[in-house]
């Protein structure tokens, strides 16, 4: 049996790019006249900081994930049976 902490999303940050995405294709199509211009996106400061945070969670997973890899296959990766037993408890109440 093994708990996947890798897979763990951040849903306000989800929410915040698909909130970004989103106005961004509403304002994409503005101010443009006829088929004669051509096509521009801009990306606010925000985004660009979602996205760094966004990067840096993605870093900081995959670090966990080979610590754990390693201490796995060296034999060394201890498991707390208190820990184990709160989160099956919180499981199974939901």
């Known amino acids: 049996m093994s708990i996947d902490r890798v897979n763990i999303s951040n849903q306000g940050i989800d929410r915040s790019q698909t909130a970004q995405q989103t106005e961004s294709t509403r304002t994409a199509g503005k101010g443009q006249k006829g088929s004669g211009g051509s096509d521009s996106v801009a990306v606010s400061s925000k985004a660009t900081e ?45």
């Open 50 to 94: 979602i996205n760094r945070l966004s990067s840096q969670i993605d870093q900081s997973r995959t670090e966990r994930f080979n610590k754990v890899r390693a201490e796995l296959e060296a034999g060394s990766y201890k498991v707390s049976a208190n820990n184990l037993a709160k989160k099956l408890i919180d499981a199974n109440s939901k």
